[in-house]
C-alpha cells in the first residue's frame, strides 16, 4: 500500500487544526460560521518522509448585508457638510435572490449631463440649419 501525504487544515491563527486529512481531498468550507472580514486559510502537508509543506491563502468573508456609500470615500478629506448616502442590503439565500432593496440609488455622473448637453446642442444645431436651408424648385 502507498503511503499519502497528511494535510493540516487550520483558519486564522488556530493552534489546532480544524480537520487533519489524506492527500487527495475534497472538502467545503461554510462560510456562514466566520466572521465577515478577512481570513487565512492555513494548509500543512507532511509527507511520508516527514518533509512538510505549507500554503496560506488569504480570502474575505462577506455574508452580512452589502454596504453601499455615496458621497464620501476612503482616506477622503473632506470639510464643511458632507451630504452622504447610505444603503444596506441582504443577498438573501442561495435559493432565491432578493430584488427589493438591492440596488443602491446614485446620483447621475457629471459625463452623463456633459454628453447629453452635447447631443442636445448638436441636435438643435441641426435642425436649425436643416430649417434655414432654402427650397429648390424643379
Known sequence: MEAKSKIYIFMDEEV????VVTAPIHI???TRKLVDGKHILKLVSKDPSGK?????IPFEVRNGPAIAVEGIQEDAVV?????IMINAYGKGDQTSFLIS????PQTIPFWVWILLICFIAWSLY???RYMN???VDM
Not at 489546532?16 to 480537520?19: D, E, G, H, I, K
Request: aromatic share 4%; hydrophobic share 35%.
Open 133 to 135: 436651408l432654402p427650397v
Open 28 to 30: 467545503e468550507i461554510d
Open 16 to 19: 489546532r487544526p480544524l480537520a
Open 126 to 128: 441641426y435642425l436649425v
Open 101 to 104: 432593496g438591492s440596488e443602491t
Open 52 to 56: 512538510e509543506g505549507i500554503r496560506t
Open 79 to 83: 470639510d464643511g457638510v458632507v451630504p
